[in-house]
């Protein structure tokens, strides 16, 4: 079956660095387009990048434009986020999502908490 791990997240000092992955296994990895969400308490959740199949195109939400790079390595089918020059307000579960063949699928979430 189709499964997506995250891993990565933490506790971070303003400023600092994380760097999330996503294992994909289940389904064909490279002509799937791969993303990353977040959730914060009390807010809907929203797309922070997305990156498609093999290729690249790449898109970012205008809030983390220049902070956050969006990666995928076919070969071991995993996607990564790299979050630089973290904020508070970058604080919420992060989501790995892919999309394929018309259907769609979530990994189980990674907390990021981003605070002094």
């Known amino acids: 079956q189709v499964q997506l791990v995250e891993s990565g997240g933490g506790l971070v000092q303003p400023g600092g660095s994380l760097r999330l992955s996503c294992a994909a296994s289940?389904?064909?990895?490279?002509?799937?387009?791969m993303s990353w969400y977040r959730q914060a308490p009390g807010k809907e959740r929203e797309l922070v990048a997305r990156?498609?199949?093999?290729?690249?195109?790449?898109n970012y939400a205008d809030s983390v434009k220049g902070r956050f790079t969006i990666s995928r390595d076919n070969a071991k089918n995993t996607v990564y986020l790299q979050m630089n020059n973290l904020k508070p307000e970058d604080t919420a579960v992060y989501y790995c999502?892919?999309?394929?063949?018309?259907?769609?699928?979530w990994g189980q979430g990674t907390q990021v908490t981003v605070s002094s």
């Open positions: 289940g389904f064909t990895f490279s002509p799937a387009a």
């Open positions: 999502k892919a999309q394929i063949y018309g259907n769609a699928y």
């Open positions: 990156i498609m199949s093999a290729g690249g195109r790449l």
